[in-house]
């Protein structure tokens, strides 16, 4: 009996633990790089299934970017794209883009059906099948989400998942990005 105890005590403990980890300060989720490096130029397919050049330093009238890197068979991935549609919907005003690059190697117009399925309908999708941008700025897994800057530095780099749409977190990436 007072081992029962015991055991609720400690998964209480526990429990009280993961919550506190769970909400921390949003600054520490997308700190800024110290080492930033330009987001590279490479040609990869948009929606249309057509061949593109990813430049994000093209003089646009852009205050940034926020690109997440994704695959279907990822399932958080599966679980923050309705979230980094509410974001994308908080940053138009601030003429900062969402955007999402598939690294599957699934057909486009599959992951276009998934991305549907999914709630990310708004948002403008890119594909890089050989995985060219991932490799290059030597991301490691996904989901992966970086900032880029109007100068197409890549500013803060956040690996797994997150709520990209809660107010510290939209903050935190208006004050890396300005």
């Excluded at 633990?17 to 520490?28: H, K, W």
């Excluded at 800024?32 to 050049?53: G, M, R, Y």
């Excluded at 852009?62 to 399932?75: L, P």
Aim: hydrophobic share 40%.
């Amino acid at each position: 009996m007072h081992t029962s105890k015991f055991n609720k005590k400690i998964l209480l403990l526990l429990l009280y633990f993961l919550i506190l980890s769970n909400n921390t300060v949003a600054g520490e989720y997308i700190a800024k790089l110290t080492d930033q490096i330009q987001f590279p130029t490479f040609t990869v397919f948009d929606s249309n299934e057509k061949p593109t050049i990813l430049k994000l330093n093209d003089g646009s009238n852009k205050n940034g970017y926020v690109v997440n890197f994704w695959a279907t068979w990822c399932v958080p991935c599966k679980k923050e794209l309705p979230d980094l549609s509410l974001l994308d919907q908080k940053l138009e005003k601030y003429k900062i883009d969402v955007l999402t690059i598939s690294i599957d190697k699934k057909n486009i117009k599959d992951q276009i059906i998934f991305l549907k399925k999914n709630g990310a309908t708004n948002l403008t999708h890119y594909f890089d099948k050989k995985m060219d941008i991932f490799k290059a700025i030597k991301l490691r897994g996904v989901p992966t989400t970086i900032l880029v800057d109007r100068t197409g530095l890549i500013v803060s780099k956040h690996e797994g998942i997150l709520k990209w749409s809660e107010d510290l977190i939209v903050k935190e990436i208006l004050k890396l990005l300005n």
